[in-house]
Every structure is written in C-alpha cells, then in structure tokens.
C-alpha cells in the first residue's frame, strides 16, 4: 500500500508533458483531487499503523491546502 502511494506521488511530481493541447496544471489539479479522495478511502485500512496515518494526513492536508490556493486560477482555466 505504501508503494502504491509513493508511485502515486512521485508520477504526480514528474509529470511532464511537451503536448500544447494538454495543459499540464489543469489536469495536476483534478489529479490531486483525485489523489486526495484515493488517501481518505485507504486511510482506515493503516488506523493501525500510528506513525504511516499521521504522514499520510499531513501529505493529504498540504494537498488540500495547495488545492485551495489555487482554486480561483483553476475555475479561471476551467471556464
């Protein structure tokens, strides 16, 4: 589980691509919602590992917060 997370992460950091037609930050934005509903759904599967549940609530709340900053830029996009 935990390696399915960091592959998770880490294809998430290094997204690239090189394609004008994608806009890069537009689908990292829905990725990372994504993401976000992936953490709540497994986090009652690690209740038991202490140490693992509280790194992956700090990674969830920064994802939220970085979300929730770039809100109005995004809808702006969207539109």
């Not at 004008?20 to 599967?45: A, T």
């Not at 939220?64 to 109005?72: E, G, R, S, T, V």
């Amino acid at each position: 589980m935990v390696s399915m997370i960091l592959g998770d992460i880490n294809r998430l950091i290094n997204r690239e691509s090189r394609n004008f037609d994608f806009f890069n930050g537009f689908e990292l934005y829905n990725d990372l919602r994504k993401f976000i509903d992936k953490i709540k759904n497994i986090q009652f599967l690690i209740l038991g590992n202490n140490k693992f549940y509280k790194i992956l609530l700090k990674i969830g709340n920064t994802i939220k917060i970085a979300l929730k900053q770039n809100k109005n830029l995004y809808n702006n996009v969207r539109q």
